[in-house]
């Protein structure tokens, strides 16, 4: 097992990456242009790590995406973070303690982050809690389509 630690853009497996993603449909693309903005604007404030199955990185196994989301908070924030089911617990565990360190090194006090996986695993392994919900009201086609007069409005006063 292989765990490196990226930087620069030029260093993520996009395919690869890509391919684990939770995302709306098509947003893949649109996460991997906001994180390579993070990379190249922001570097120090990104956690990128991957997890391979051998140094000649034949396959990707793991991977952990984290930011420090500014000065006003006391935390870091996963953005994304994906095991295959076949891993055992030693690599998300090595995944979380290097995440932990940078979270530390950073000066934050606490890791967050939004899951639509299995929520009982974090919770169990990792020590995890519910610090509140995530709420979300879709607007629909029809409903976008009357809200465009009051665009103008708003962006014009």
């Given at each position: 097992?292989?765990?490196?630690?990226?930087?620069?853009?030029?260093?993520?497996?996009?395919?690869?990456?890509?391919?684990?993603?939770?995302?709306?449909?098509?947003?893949?693309?649109?996460?991997?242009?906001?994180?390579?903005?993070?990379?190249?604007?922001?570097?120090?404030?990104?956690?990128?790590l991957l997890v391979w199955n051998?140094?000649?990185?034949?396959?990707?196994?793991?991977?952990?995406?984290?930011?420090?989301?500014?000065?006003?908070?006391?935390?870091?924030?996963?953005?994304?973070?994906?095991?295959?089911?076949?891993?055992?617990?030693?690599?998300?565990?090595?995944?979380?303690?290097?995440?932990?360190?940078?979270?530390?090194?950073?000066?934050?006090?606490?890791?967050?982050?939004m899951t639509q996986r299995n929520?009982?695993?974090?919770?169990?392994?990792?020590?995890?809690?519910?610090?509140?919900?995530?709420?979300?009201?879709?607007?629909e086609a029809g409903e976008r389509?009357?809200?465009?007069?009051?665009?103008?409005?708003?962006?014009?006063?």
């Open positions: 097992m292989l765990i490196e630690r990226i930087t620069s853009v030029e260093d993520i497996p996009m395919e690869e990456v890509a391919r684990h993603l939770v995302v709306d449909e098509g947003g893949e693309v649109n996460f991997l242009q906001q994180l390579a903005g993070w990379l190249a604007n922001m570097p120090e404030k990104v956690f990128m051998n140094r000649e990185k034949e396959e990707l196994r793991a991977f952990v995406i984290a930011h420090d989301p500014g000065m006003h908070v006391d935390y870091s924030y996963i953005a994304q973070v994906w095991s295959d089911p076949q891993n055992n617990r030693k690599v998300t565990t090595a995944m979380f303690a290097r995440l932990w360190v940078w979270t530390v090194a950073m000066g934050k006090t606490a890791i967050r982050g929520e009982d695993a974090i919770f169990r392994s990792f020590g995890f809690e519910n610090v509140g919900i995530i709420v979300e009201r879709k607007i389509k009357g809200l465009f007069g009051h665009v103008k409005d708003v962006l014009h006063g």
